[in-house]
């Protein structure tokens, strides 16, 4: 018989019963011949690695979506379009950014391949309930690997886990996190339950920019991060924060996040599991104010706030995906406050850190760039900045939309930021005269 498990709630709380797109687009270019049946071959290998990825969605009763596995699921679907130009592929990630799934008749994911001759460009699609970033990026490297070598070994099968199932033994025994589990989702139900909702609201048109850092600009980032004992993503962060501060105001953006990997608190789902749960942490400069104005300080300051919390996210990580699913009862008033209520006035930065590409030649065909993601959230948007690094450039993608963050402003953001990053570069290593930040930094 054929396995299936319900959604748990953050999965719900992205599947939006199928009625919204939430897609998450990873693009990447090849140079070479693309073989079709190799590349329907590696579609078929890697759907066979996925229980999900072989399950169609079904409802109960109370209607809570189900993942239903198939005994003969259907394919990954492949779209072909015949490649005019660099710039295609761009055009058809916004085209499948806004396509829903249908969940009931395929998987939650598809693929377009824009073939040219000797150049073409692949864009993996997948619905946000299944697939995080990362979860794309392992997705298309194993992809790749079938494409250059058919009997290549794709490491263990994974079969449907929920969210309790990954949570490991040691935490899943622990009866003080049990209640704190219990005793927050208890308090979250009650607020719910005291809400009043209003009408959905509604924002603007959603709109992606993209850009490029080229290899010799990375490499003095990365000299100058090294110098400053700083991770690059610290860096990017101070830059772009101070970038929407000058821009926005201080107190233009609620909040600044970034989503952390779960796996590393999650052993069950390492060797490459897909997941879509992204605890997040929040950005600061750990009480840093405007005297403190040289970029560096800033960015340690930052890093190792950004570390601290990383180090103590686990049990909240537990405490999450336990108490959550206390709330399916919940799940229509907390969707329908959520709609009501004005999102987008945060920022979150988002990078996939440098990929490796050491085995970026696969059987005549070469992976030449792996493109930022770019992805819509609803039913609340947020401003999101995805980051990714490959063959020593960082590709940037801003995604938002006009009401939450006016595309001009977000234009201006993202030119300051690229100066900042640049001065930053520059400036001597470790302790001469800083750059001056662009605006008072206020403790947020």
Known sequence: MSARRPFALFE?????????????????TLS????????????ERVQARHAVLQSLVEHDADGRPWFVQQDVPPPIALRIVERQGDDDWQEQARLECERLFDGRREPLIRMVWLRGAGRSDLLLSCHHCICDGLSAVNLLRDILTVCG??????????????????????????????????????????????RRIGAPVSYGAAYTQRWSIEPAAVQALVRRAKDAEVGV????????????????????????????????YLPALQGGALFTMAPTVRLTFGGRKSRDADFWVLARALHEDMRRQIDRLGPAVYEQLLGLERLHPLFDQLLAWSRSKRSGGGVSLSYLGRLDDSSRDEGGVRLEAIHAPSALLEPTPASLITIVGFAERL???????????????AAQIRQLAM?????????????????SAPVPVESV
């Open 149 to 194: 070598r058919p009997d290549a070994r794709l490491g263990p099968r994974f079969e449907l886990q929920g969210g309790a199932d990954v949570v490991p033994p040691e935490a899943l025994r622990n009866r003080w996190l049990q209640r704190r589990a219990r005793l927050k989702a208890a308090l979250f139900g009650a607020f719910i339950r005291t």
């Open 32 to 43: 070479g011949t693309l073989d079709e049946p190799r590349l329907r071959l590696a579609l």
């Open 233 to 264: 993503f610290a860096a990017l962060c101070t830059a772009f924060m101070l970038a929407c501060w000058s821009v926005r105001g201080v107190r233009g953006v609620e909040k600044f996040v970034a989503p952390v990997d779960a796996r590393r």
């Open 12 to 28: 719900r709380g992205m599947y939006l019963d199928g009625q919204r797109a939430v897609a998450l687009v990873l693009p990447a």
């Open 419 to 435: 100066e900042l990053l640049q001065a930053a570069s520059a400036l001597p290593a470790p302790a001469a005269a800083g750059l």
């Open 395 to 409: 590709d940037l993608a801003l995604i938002s939309d006009e009401s939450s963050l006016p595309s001009a402003q």
